[in-house]
């Protein structure tokens, strides 16, 4: 009874039985379908098998007997692909976006190979009016992203319309990185903000994203476009959302002191230490290039100790960016001191380093330590490059050894390398300040012969010295030359324009008005320069535990911290495309017409173009302010100074160089000293600004400030040239200080400096005058 009670129990009745037969026959069906399609794909002829078994296989085909088909693990990719298009001819099916999903799936495991059949796919979807899931569309996407290739995504974006209309939100961060990395910045930033507005908190967006799409802004010199972008976020997470880590604090820091715009990029660093986001390495060295950038050097140079003390060690980079910063600031004994610490501390600087110290040393007259530099670099084993050479060139032919120069660049063009289409330009150049026009023209001929492109920087170097030496019938010859056609005839074309408008009438309405309304004069130049003087470092107001304390106190007084002169020097021409041909033009034509004394003219046109809404630039101010100053016309100068100060709001050495030869006329060498020390304070001086100091102070009988302006040029690592002794025994001659002169000479004899035809001269001025003053103690 036991036994037969048990066997009930473990023996499953007959229905049962029957139920589980009837429910396993489709799966067993199922399965042995599966198999043998698979089996028949695997098979030489592949589809064509399917075909002739087509009977067997139709009835059989299901949307979820072709997803187990496209999921079979041992079936090879290209299997599928065959099974999937073999099942899109049969007029009884039509795919899902199920089996869509999959195949798309499937290809993108490898989407460098079935790049072409994932569009396929794509086209064949888009007929059948199958729209794709978010989930599959991002698969496709990141699988493109991850081998990197951005164009495939920026096409499947194209191709699935519906898709990127009816996507969600997260979906976007994949597009926008793919659009970032891809190059398509202007879609990118339509992306980015169609994401904000789709969600107002913003809190869908990856700040790395974010990150990724300001740094390739800034890249590209999208300035308006990254404070756009930076503005939104932080208006979308009020503030205190964006930036979140060191990473977006960076990108923000440097990106803003990149541009110039110090305050924020300070105001950035006061805020991650009071989020206690701890800054890194890669913090300093974008304050420490933010600092050299806006000519704060002496506050580059404190941060760069404070930043060996705070716990980061320097690196190769840290060490590029202080070297450049002083360079570029005429700080040349800080430069290769800090260059020496390098090397010591066991870094092997690269070419970059080397070319801003030369660089460096050639500008500040120290031809014999740029040689030896560059010696050295040879023997390092650090490679030179066109640049190298190009800095060599240009600072032998500033340094009078013009035939050294050339001799270099001949040999460059014997080896057939390290010389580009700026080579040329800057050999050009120089020998059109020397009036060689033909010479200059044989190697624009040379130029275009080697297949380097003679561009706008050339032509205006052309331009100037043939108008300059009276030449219009080389122009002929100029056009012959150069093969770029579309830039010559925008040129011509330019011109004939200009000279048309010229001619025109001045409107009545401005017969009486100044072009340039005067708003004081040169007393009040100190009001133009920076009011606000920097506050004393007091040690009461350091956070002990703090590890950048004069960090903190620059962050704190970045009010403070206006820019108040640009490193650089404006130049003529600034190719920047297209949108800066006008004013490359204006700035080329006004240097023409200054040169030739026609100010009148060149003040036209200046009207003529800032009416037509050409912005000008430093070089443009400083030109005319020049010209304005030589003719006596100090007014009217200060009118141009107070305009540039409102429109570009920084001056550059070029600049103060021609306030000082103002000052100089004016007899007010007290206001020199004054606008000395504020520009002293901020850290640098270039060689010409030197020289033109010392002729304003010893003019104005200031010996003793001339003679300590000598000095400090020395201590700063400027060698005086030629100009500065030629000025030194000048000024001391006529004040009647022969003792003065003849020891200045001797100075100059002994640093090697070479006499030009101005030192001739001032000798046989200062040779009559001590045969005066030893003919007067022989009368006594």
Not at 39 to 45: D, E, I, N
Not at 251 to 270: P, Q
Not at 617 to 629: E, F, H, K, P, R
Request: aromatic letters at 10%.
């Amino acid at each position: 009874m036991a036994f037969h009670l048990l066997n009930n129990k473990r023996s499953p009745s007959v229905s049962s039985i029957n139920d589980n037969k009837t429910m396993m026959k489709p799966k067993l069906t199922n399965i042995l379908t599966i198999a043998t399609i698979a089996k028949l794909l695997s098979k030489p002829g592949g589809t064509h098998n399917l075909t002739l078994n087509q009977s067997k296989i139709s009835d059989s085909l299901t949307e979820s007997l072709i997803l187990q088909i496209l999921t079979r693990p041992f079936l090879d990719i290209s299997k599928k692909l065959d099974f999937f298009k073999w099942v899109s001819l049969r007029h009884f099916y039509k795919h899902s976006v199920c089996t869509y999903s999959q195949m798309l799936k499937t290809l993108c495991l490898n989407p460098v190979v079935y790049k072409k059949d994932v569009f396929e796919v794509i086209n064949e979807m888009n007929r059948d009016g199958v729209v794709l899931d978010g989930s599959t569309f991002k698969f496709v996407l990141d699988s493109f992203i991850k081998f990197g290739d951005f164009e495939c995504v920026i096409e499947v974006l194209d191709r699935v319309e519906n898709v990127v209309e009816k996507m969600e939100l997260d979906v976007y961060n994949s597009v926008l990185v793919a659009l970032v990395r891809g190059g398509r910045l202007n879609m990118a930033l339509f992306t980015f903000f169609k994401m904000l507005d789709g969600e107002k908190d913003g809190s869908f967006v990856e700040f790395s994203v974010c990150c990724e799409l300001l740094v390739a802004l800034r890249k590209e010199g999208m300035r308006g476009e990254f404070r756009n972008v930076f503005d939104k976020l932080r208006e979308e997470t009020k503030g205190k959302g964006f930036p979140s880590d060191v990473w977006g604090y960076n990108v923000c820091i440097h990106g803003f002191g990149c541009w110039g715009e110090l305050e924020t990029s300070l105001d950035l660093f006061k805020e991650m230490k009071e989020k206690n986001v701890s800054p890194d390495l890669c913090t300093y060295n974008s304050l420490i290039q933010a600092l050299c950038f806006n000519g704060k050097v002496n506050d580059a140079l404190v941060v760069w100790e404070e930043l060996k003390s705070s716990g980061h060690e320097p690196d190769a980079f840290t060490y590029r960016i202080i070297i450049q910063g002083c360079v570029k600031c005429y700080r040349i004994n800080e430069g290769a001191k800090i260059f020496g610490e390098m090397q010591h501390i066991g870094f092997r600087p690269d070419t970059i380093v080397y070319d801003s110290l030369l660089d460096g040393f050639l500008k500040s007259r120290k031809v014999m330590e740029a040689c030896n530099l560059f010696e050295k670099m040879v023997d390092d084993g650090v490679r030179a490059s066109c640049c190298t050479y190009n800095i060599l060139i240009d600072g032998l032919f500033k340094n009078r050894r013009g035939q050294a120069a050339y001799q270099l660049f001949k040999d460059l063009k014997k080896k057939g390398q390290f010389v580009d289409g700026i080579t040329y330009s800057i050999v050009i150049f120089h020998i059109c300040k020397e009036g060689m026009i033909e010479e200059a023209l044989e190697l624009v001929e040379e130029m275009e012969a080697r297949g380097f492109v003679v561009d706008l920087v050339t032509i205006t170097h052309l331009l100037v010295a043939i108008n300059k030496e009276g030449r219009r019938d080389m122009m002929d010859r100029l056009v012959k030359y150069i093969k770029n056609g579309d830039l010559l005839s925008m040129v011509l074309e330019w011109k004939a324009n200009m000279e048309a408008s010229l001619k025109d009438p001045q409107s009545r309405e401005k017969d009486f008005t100044p072009m340039f309304p005067r708003k004081g004069d040169f007393k009040d130049i100190l009001s133009l320069l920076s009011s606000n003087e920097s506050t004393v470092f007091s040690q009461e107001t350091i956070d002990p535990w703090s590890s950048s304390p004069y960090m903190d106190h620059l962050a704190d007084e970045a009010k403070s911290q206006s820019r108040l002169l640009n490193s650089s020097r404006g130049k003529r021409v600034q190719e920047k495309g297209v949108d800066s041909f006008d004013i490359n033009m204006v700035n080329t034509y006004l240097s023409i017409y200054l040169t030739k004394g026609k100010l009148s003219l060149a003040c036209k046109l200046y009207e003529v173009f800032t009416d037509l809404g050409v912005d000008p630039v430093n070089y443009t101010y400083n030109s005319l302010i020049s010209s304005l100053v030589k003719k006596g016309y100090l007014n009217e100068a200060y009118g141009v100074l107070s305009e540039m100060g409102e429109k570009i709001n920084s001056a550059d050495v070029a600049t103060y160089n021609v306030i000082f030869q103002a000052l100089g006329k004016m007899g007010r060498v007290d206001l020199v000293s004054s606008v000395l020390s504020r520009l002293t304070k901020e850290g640098f001086l270039d060689l010409v600004m030197y020289n033109t100091l010392i002729n304003v102070l010893g003019k104005g009988g200031r010996f003793d400030e001339a003679n300590t302006v000598l000095e400090q040029m020395k201590k700063s690592g400027i060698n005086p040239d030629v100009v500065t002794y030629n000025t030194l025994i000048e000024v001391n001659s006529k004040a009647g200080r022969l003792k003065e002169a003849h020891r200045f000479l001797k100075m100059m004899v002994d640093a090697g400096c070479a006499p030009n035809h101005v030192t001739d001269t001032t000798l046989e001025f200062l040779d009559k005058e001590i045969k005066k003053q030893k003919e007067k103690h022989t009368k006594k």
